[in-house]
T-cell receptor, first 116, second 115 residues
């Protein structure tokens, strides 16, 4: 079946613009994660959904970052008033059930955001 | 706090030789450890994981990793490297959290296998 997909794959924004990044998880996957990967670094956790419930948003760097998953499938990560330090690859991952510590997470190809 | 260290930014090996990509971790309680590979412009692909049991874990594409509790290490290994193994490799540990399986990643090691 299809894997995790993300769109757009590339996004260039002017500083101060709002952006919206979309993630389509694997069909039926309960858990969804967002990560931010800065250049030359490993991914860093942003937020986690179990179905439509956002259970953990401890990694969101500021109140400019907002994520939602209203119907428990597709998720959108929104960044308001983008800053240059927001430039990174944003990765989405999903897993089958309730995000247990041992489950395999399946990652999408990422959205590369460049803020000028 | 949990953390992962990949002490080598880059590893170079000749095709056919054994390879090792190093990873050490720090976590409260029992660790759940993972290796992922990332090819250019693609997402992370799962290679293998250690949960419990046998310290030697076998994964995809002939890779294996050895869990060493006393040294808090989880080094990735392959007996005979291929040019196609050239990629960026990430080690990750799962946060000991009751809500979610969020992962803490190392900064990655670039593996280059030369013909």
């Amino acid at each position: 079946g299809a894997g995790v997909s993300q769109s757009p794959r590339y996004k260039v924004a002017k500083r101060g613009q709002d952006v919206a990044l979309r993630c389509d998880p694997i069909s039926g996957h309960v858990s969804l994660f967002w990560y931010q990967q800065a250049l030359g670094q490993g991914p860093e956790f942003l937020t986690y959904f179990q179905n439509e419930a956002q259970l953990d948003k401890s990694g969101l760097p500021s109140d400019r970052f907002f994520a939602e998953r209203p119907e428990g499938s597709v998720s959108t990560l929104k960044i308001q008033r983008t800053q240059q330090e927001d430039s990174a690859v944003y990765l989405c991952a999903s897993s089958v059930s309730q995000g247990s510590r041992v489950e395999t997470q399946y990652f999408g190809p990422g959205t590369r955001l460049l803020v000028l | 706090a949990q953390s992962v260290a990949q002490p080598e930014d880059q590893v170079n090996v000749a095709e056919g030789n054994p390879l090792t990509v190093k990873c050490t971790y720090s976590v409260s309680g029992n660790p759940y450890l993972f290796w992922y590979v990332q090819y250019p412009n693609r997402g992370l692909q799962f290679l293998l994981k250690y949960i419990t049991g046998d310290n030697l874990v076998k994964g995809s594409y002939g890779f294996e990793a050895e869990f060493n509790k006393s040294q808090t290490s989880f080094h990735l290994k392959k007996p005979s490297a291929l040019v196609s193994d050239s990629a960026l490799y990430f080690c990750a540990v799962r946060v000991f959290n009751t809500n979610a399986g969020k992962s803490t990643f190392g900064d990655g090691t670039t593996l280059t296998v030369k013909p």
